[in-house]
């Protein structure tokens, strides 16, 4: 297993709001750095990767569910709501519809506190207006180019 310090001896510095991911080794793992953090991404060693890091869509998820769950708790706590725990567990499918394929996200929200149905049913609202979940439900153009 590969220990994230051995990250910090690379040049790349990020800006804020800026991620780089780096070729770590030939394969598939990829050293992501932000402006404070630093982790790997990787693919599994069934399809040739090391396992460093999660892969790619478990990262996507994982924003998808840590922006949900950060959502709720602010909500939450700026009402005083008695919200003890959240927890958010997400998988991902492909699925052909109508000769097209569809990723599917399914996202199960577990809320654990004293909520009346009313304040319940508000965050799963809440959950639906969290950043991550309106970039990927919106109109996304990604600009690329090669250098």
Known sequence: MLNPVELTGSDFSPEKGQVIVAE???????????????WFADEAKQIGGDDYGPNPYEMLMAALGACTSMTVRMYANRKEWPLDDIRVTLSHRRDNRDAQVVDIFERMIQVAGDLTDEQRQRLLDIAN???VHKTLTGTIDIQTQLR
């Open 24 to 38: 770590h080794n030939h394969r598939y793992t990829r050293a992501i750095y932000t402006e404070q953090h630093q």
């Open 129 to 131: 207006k969290c950043p």
